[in-house]
């Protein structure tokens, strides 16, 4: 079964349960959320998520709960050396955002693993590895997934072998694991459309089986541009067939799929894009109906 979803909002007052609602109608079979706004840390209790519900619901609906994914707020800097309250903030929240993806039911935390500013590349990976090393225990319930990053600005995470760095440094890397984005990828240089020769590269640094999850994104932006603008699958510079290939991908089967592409007028355009990468047909009508 194809594990393919998107990003979804968690809105008052039905929170999880709602999303898991939305998940169903839009015929998908895994999820994303935040577990409050990305941008910032002010965070609900869990148990204002209808938590119990939702996962009955998701097992109604035959979706496993490691389908479902937590993306961890963008806020979160482990690579700042410059301020210590933004590493230590940084450091505080990723412990809470842990322990709430799995009071959550849920396994795998998206992380960027962030920005070095005017540091070098190196000390960046190092106080990353140090955040890291704070805040996974040995006992630790969740998996947290290192995202690829488009390299705007000094993010780390363009190339794999700053992520396979960080995997090599930390205590213990069983609960680390990656988060493709198709978007970063290519913006980062990676050509989408040369998708085995990709993950021939990926090899040389990072074992497959640490991809959990990939980030379907088509790119507002050509090859190479370290931008991170999304596009709706099939309206960029990767394109429906490369998107399309990777998504059927035999040797990502077990891999959980996510759309994080733009709304159009308003509107999230998941069910539409679902259904055409499902079919493996493009129709371009379908998100002009919007
Ligand atoms: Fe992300
Ligand atoms: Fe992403
Ligand atoms: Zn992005």
Redesign the pocket.
Known sequence: MLKIGSHMDMKAPDYLLGAIQKTIENEATALMVYTGAPQNTVRKSVSTFHIPEAHSLMQEAGIPLENMII?APYIINLANTEKKETYDLAVQVLRSEIERTSQMGAKYL?LHPGSCLKATREDGIASITKGLNEVIQKDCPVTVLL?TMAGKGSEIGREFQELAKIISLVNYPEHIGI?M?T??MHDAGYDMHDFDGVLEEFEKYISLDRVKVI?V?DSKNVQGAHKDR?ANIGNGEIGFEALCKIVHHERLQEVVK?L?TPYINDLAPYKAEIAMLRQKEYHSEWLEEL
Do not use: R
């Open positions: 993306h998206v995202e988060c984005d978007c970063h980030h994104n999304h996510i994080e």
